[in-house]
């Protein structure tokens, strides 16, 4: 990236102030423009009217994740928001994780379905989208505006971010976030809990960082 810029001359837009700083550090003047959500899609409701439409339980303690799968190592952090969940789930046998992803990790992601069963979550305690809705089609804002909605906590700990919308969307719709305080997370996430984690220099010749797992379950357990 720093090369392609050094060498066109043309001007990047960064989509958050981290961005600016990391090109500004490489002596590359950036221009600003962050991403955003539609309020008339995403709006607060009735987490119970929601639950209702999506056929979801009203009494479960309800844990979403929504992110891509694909590439390995996960950038979205798959693995940990897992064994979290895992973790969260033996003390708290009524939670239950929506996934909204590729279960498959058809892009050279990972195979979720067994990660899953490597660390004992009951498929009772999971509710995963359509696939081929969610996949293929792609699910109406209604859809996620009502996902968002019915959640307690949406779990986000992605190893880094360039914005990051969904993070932006469900603070709109109502529940806290659980992101990683990396990257541009903690530009976007003002209702909910930032964690740690150990930096780890990646494929894409930068630092991305590995969410600590002890800490996405205490940020569970205060949700």
Same mark, same amino acid.
């Given at each position: 990236?720093?090369?392609?810029?050094?060498?066109?001359?043309?001007?990047?837009?960064?989509?958050?102030?981290?961005?600016?700083?990391?090109? =500004?550090?490489?002596?590359?003047?950036?221009?600003?423009?962050?991403?955003?959500?539609?309020?008339?899609?995403?709006?607060?409701?009735?987490?119970?009217?929601?639950?209702?439409?999506?056929?979801?339980?009203?009494?479960?303690?309800?844990? *979403?994740?929504?992110?891509?799968?694909?590439?390995?190592?996960?950038?979205? *952090?798959?693995?940990?928001?897992?064994?979290?969940?895992?973790?969260?789930? &033996?003390? $708290?046998?009524?939670?239950?994780? #929506?996934?909204?992803?590729?279960?498959?990790?058809?892009?050279?992601?990972?195979?979720?379905?067994?990660?899953?069963?490597?660390?004992?979550?009951?498929?009772?305690?999971?509710?995963?989208?359509?696939? #081929?809705?969610?996949?293929?089609?792609?699910?109406?804002?209604? #859809?996620?505006?009502?996902?968002?909605?019915?959640?307690?906590?949406?779990? $986000?700990? *992605?190893? =880094? &971010?360039?914005?990051?919308? @969904?993070?932006?969307?469900?603070?709109?719709?109502?529940?806290?976030?659980?992101?990683?305080? $990396? *990257?541009?997370?903690?530009?976007?996430?003002?209702?909910?809990?930032? @964690?740690?984690?150990?930096?780890? #220099?990646?494929?894409?010749?930068?630092?991305?960082?590995?969410?600590?797992?002890?800490?996405?379950?205490?940020?569970?357990?205060?949700?």
């Amino acid at each position: 990236v720093v090369e392609f810029f050094k060498n066109s001359g043309a001007t990047p837009i960064a989509m958050s102030r981290f961005g600016v700083r990391m090109l =500004s550090d490489q002596g590359i003047p950036a221009l600003y423009a962050p991403h955003a959500f539609d309020p008339a899609d995403y709006y607060p409701g009735d987490r119970n009217e929601a639950r209702e439409r999506l056929g979801w339980p009203t009494e479960a303690f309800l844990v *979403s994740c929504v992110g891509a799968n694909k590439d390995l190592p996960p950038r979205k *952090s798959w693995p940990e928001m897992l064994r979290a969940f895992a973790a969260f789930r &033996e003390k $708290h046998d009524d939670a239950i994780l #929506y996934l909204h992803t590729d279960l498959l990790g058809m892009a050279k992601g990972v195979n979720i379905g067994q990660l899953l069963a490597s660390l004992d979550v009951p498929p009772r305690s999971v509710i995963v989208a359509d696939q #081929y809705q969610s996949q293929i089609l792609g699910a109406d804002r209604s #859809y996620m505006r009502d996902v968002l909605v019915a959640t307690d906590v949406v779990l $986000h700990t *992605s190893r =880094s &971010e360039g914005f990051g919308v @969904v993070q932006l969307e469900a603070q709109a719709c109502g529940p806290p976030v659980i992101a990683t305080s $990396h *990257s541009a997370m903690p530009e976007v996430v003002e209702a909910g809990w930032l @964690v740690g984690g150990q930096p780890d #220099y990646t494929y894409q010749e930068s630092w991305m960082m590995i969410p600590e797992v002890e800490e996405i379950v205490h940020a569970l357990t205060e949700a």
